[in-house]
């Protein structure tokens, strides 16, 4: 089931725990991926191909999106990626951790490819 077009997003408080995600990402007829962040520097703007869910279990950050707003995330919270919505990820200060789900079965470093907003 693809994401409804759009910007990205996150919907604050939306799990509490790892079962609660999975069954979402079932729902979704996604794939999950783990993906441990350490610490990063806040990434320029970009886009995937894929739709991508992204949630959080440990740590926080925030995301930035097409206006350039700093959307904060946290644990418990849910990124939403629409294929194509502009957004970059913000600077890690320490640990996040998050089960990623894509729409395609593939490595998750292929389907988080980035592209530059002019493509």
Known sequence: MALEPGPAH???GFHQT???VLADIAAQDMWPSIYVSERMDELPLHWHEGDVCGYVLEGSSYIINEKGEHMPLAAGD???LPAGAVHAEGKVEARMVYIV???EASNLMDALKI???EQ
């Open 115 to 117: 592209h530059s907003p």
């Open 18 to 20: 790892k079962a609660e």
């Open 10 to 12: 996150i919907i604050k």
């Open 101 to 103: 789900a894509t729409a």
């Open 78 to 80: 849910k990124l939403v």
